[in-house]
């Protein structure tokens, strides 16, 4: 199985092969500060369909390659995960807005400790961004900043370390990486994204 490297919140590859067909292939990311490495690693092949159904995260210290800590993982088929700075926590995204399923899913060493879902968003679907197969819901270039500028791993309330993630309507969900609680304010960087005209948007699933 071929493996794809991505250093954290440099370069996200499924966004700009947005319309893609799912890959669930091994991939490793690495922490924006370069001392934590965390391996998605395919386990378990299904004979029949050929594909890898078993994940699991494993994520390793570079200064000595020490394994820290691993736990089983959802792979979405879109090699969007990220680490942060600590090694601690790991983040993987779902681009395409659905409006029943899960957007954010985050891991630590206890496994898959948290979920947000579409709902929890709270995000206008006219802000949505159509492609050709999808619905975006994250700030990008049609809405005045770069997308690697719209998430980012920053200082929140009483310094703690924080994922914020710039929506399309202009707010930002802030994580808290330590208590794992997430709140929304508006975005510190102001954008003003163009709303889309296709009216089936108010339909989608």
Partial sequence: ??????????FIFSFIMADEP???CNYEIFSQNKLYVA????EKEDSQFKK???FTIKVY???????L???PFIHTGYPDAMISNDGKVVID????????GIQVYIYNEKGLAKTIYAKDLKISKVYLKKTESHYLWIADSDCGIEFSEAINFVDGKDGSPTLSVIMRNGRALYVDLSTLSYYFKDSSK????????DKSIESIK
């Fill in 52 to 54: 890898i159904t078993k």
């Fill in 61 to 67: 210290s570079l200064k000595d390659d020490k394994l």
């Fill in 39 to 42: 391996k998605i690693i395919g």
């Fill in 93 to 100: 995204f779902l681009y395409f807005y659905g409006e029943d």
């Fill in 1 to 10: 199985m071929k493996w794809l490297f991505i250093i954290s919140n440099v």
């Fill in 22 to 24: 799912p890959n669930y």
């Fill in 69 to 71: 800590w691993s736990t």
């Fill in 190 to 197: 102001k954008i003003s994204c163009q709303k889309p005209e």
